[in-house]
């Protein structure tokens, strides 16, 4: 069974930057698509960002492109999400997902495996 664990989020000032991670475990990582959601507190969960499964394709939301920064290592069963230039709308609670799919998908619909999320807070 896949399992993926959050980590990085925290408080922290506008126009600061964090690093979230995410850890994945149980099948073979290099055969998943992986994305990044966030949820903020009275929204709806939205796709912020998704990487393919080897080839380096990456897909970003209007909203954080220029700013945030995904990346995977396969070696390490690991996807990142880089943000930087952080502003409070990216207020929310962050949550990787994965799909065994050749596409990068921007529903959530589309993941099969979610992690538990981790709190990202900026303060303006």
């Known amino acids: 069974q896949v399992q993926l664990v959050e980590s990085g989020g925290g408080l922290v000032q506008a126009g600061g930057s964090l690093r979230l991670s995410c850890t994945f475990s149980?099948?073979?990582?290099?055969?998943?698509?992986m994305g990044w959601f966030r949820q903020a507190p009275g929204k709806e969960r939205e796709f912020v960002a998704g990487?393919?499964?080897?080839?380096?394709?990456?897909d970003y939301a209007d909203s954080v492109k220029g700013r945030f920064t995904i990346s995977r290592d396969n070696a390490k069963n690991t996807v990142y999400l880089q943000m930087s230039s952080l502003k409070a709308d990216d207020t929310a609670v962050y949550y990787c997902?994965?799909?065994?799919?050749?596409?990068?998908?921007?529903?959530?619909?589309?993941?099969?495996?979610w992690g538990q999320g981790t709190q990202v807070t900026v303060s303006s």
């Open positions: 997902a994965g799909a065994i799919s050749s596409l990068i998908w921007r529903s959530e619909q589309r993941y099969s495996t």
């Open positions: 149980g099948r073979t990582f290099s055969t998943y698509n």
């Open positions: 990487i393919g499964r080897s080839d380096g394709s990456v």
